[in-house]
């Protein structure tokens, strides 16, 4: 109705965090501090991708990162964005990024959190204008405030996530995280600069109608994929895939769905990263009501050894994730 297109945009990110901090009297703040410095850094890369054709930020950097990846401009200039953002707010000691071999140290040895982050998803959609995103997980951390941080404070596992989210640029900017209750959408609004709340609570369907996977790897899928998007198929679902990891995750996340990228022969672990695309998309899933897995066991139950891990991924409406499950059990 008239009304709907007509009423003003409501309550802003700032403000919203700000509400939710004053619900938590002993809470320091610096948790909302550091959603905030997010929000930041994605409005800068958001400002970055909306003109990467402009100013010759497209195209590959020639580089290699740690995973082997052809590195893109964007991915590099999303990553350095980040990292400046979170090194000026203060409260995260420490980074890991797709983009970085090692632990990134802020400088900041008095901040309490440690980030995980995907800079940019989707590198490959990046020069052909398709929705790409940004992904990240907050861990508190387990070294002593004041000392320098380590390793281990991003090999805590999944479960011990305090917050994650992602930033997806499409034909709307969003930003979308958890801090383990239930998941917040906001919308970004260009001309205001601010990000307004438009997803007060994501529930993803129980059930969906939408597969998404690389089908070109049909024939390196186990059988059991094969059973399971057979039975898809027959159904009369839906396939989608974008090829940015977080722009499938949200449309299954709204729609109903399941996303696939299993194990190949050529990738034993999958393509994913556990870190910083896995567990967080997984504390989303579960918050959201959704389900995620590596075939046998939760996303976030699976026990990280190292920060660039790999994992399949199986995750959405929990109906769908769990008769992946059943298939996946009966032939392993
Ligand atoms: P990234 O761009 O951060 O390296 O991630 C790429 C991932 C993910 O975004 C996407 O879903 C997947 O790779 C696509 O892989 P395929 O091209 O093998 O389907
Ligand atoms: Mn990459
Ligand atoms: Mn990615
Ligand atoms: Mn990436």
Same mark, same amino acid.
């Given at each position: 109705n008239e009304n709907a297109i007509a009423s003003p945009v409501g309550i802003t990110l700032d &403000? !919203?965090?700000? &509400?939710?901090?004053? #619900?938590?009297? %002993?809470?320091?703040?610096?948790?909302?501090?550091?959603?905030?410095d997010i929000a930041l850094a994605g409005k800068i890369i958001n400002r970055e991708v909306n003109r990467a054709g402009l100013i010759d930020i497209t195209g590959a950097f020639g580089?290699?990162?740690v995973q082997g990846e052809q590195q893109q401009k964007l991915d590099v200039v999303a990553n350095i964005r980040f990292i400046r953002a979170l090194k000026n707010g203060g409260e995260a000691c420490a980074i890991i990024s797709e983009e970085t071999d090692e632990v990134i140290l802020t400088g900041n040895e008095h901040g309490k959190y440690v980030v995980a982050i995907d800079p940019l998803d989707g590198s490959s959609n990046i020069d052909v204008n398709v929705s790409i995103g940004t992904i990240f997980s907050? !861990? &508190?951390r387990a070294s002593p405030i004041g000392e320098a941080p380590i390793m281990e404070d991003f090999l805590q596992g999944g479960r011990k996530q305090v917050a994650a989210g992602y930033i997806l640029y499409g034909s709307s900017t969003m930003m979308v995280y958890?801090?383990?209750?239930?998941?917040?959408?906001f919308t970004y609004e260009n001309s205001l600069g601010e %990000?307004?709340?438009?997803?007060? *609570?994501?529930?993803i369907p129980k059930q969906g109608s939408i597969f998404s996977c690389n089908e070109g790897y049909w /024939?390196? /899928?186990? #059988?059991?994929?094969r059973l399971y998007? *057979?039975?898809?198929? &027959?159904?009369? /679902?839906?396939g989608r895939y974008i090829g940015s990891l977080v722009a499938d995750f949200h449309r299954n996340l709204l729609k109903g769905g399941i996303y696939l990228y299993p194990a190949l022969p050529t990738q034993p672990e999958g393509k994913l990263r556990l870190l910083y695309e896995c567990y967080p998309l997984a504390f989303l899933a579960e918050q959201a009501g959704g389900r995620a897995i590596n075939g046998s066991q939760a996303i976030l139950d699976v026990i990280p050894t190292s920060l660039h891990q790999r994992s399949p991924l199986f995750i959405g409406s929990d109906a769908m994730v769990k008769e992946m499950e059943r298939q996946y059990l009966m032939e392993n």
């Open positions: &403000r !919203y965090i700000k &509400r939710k901090q004053s #619900e938590f009297p %002993f809470a320091s703040g610096e948790l909302s501090q550091l959603l905030r580089n290699q990162n907050i !861990y &508190r958890t801090t383990g209750h239930g998941v917040v959408g %990000f307004f709340l438009s997803h007060p *609570d994501l529930k /024939y390196q /899928y186990a #059988e059991c994929v998007l *057979d039975q898809c198929k &027959r159904q009369g /679902y839906s």
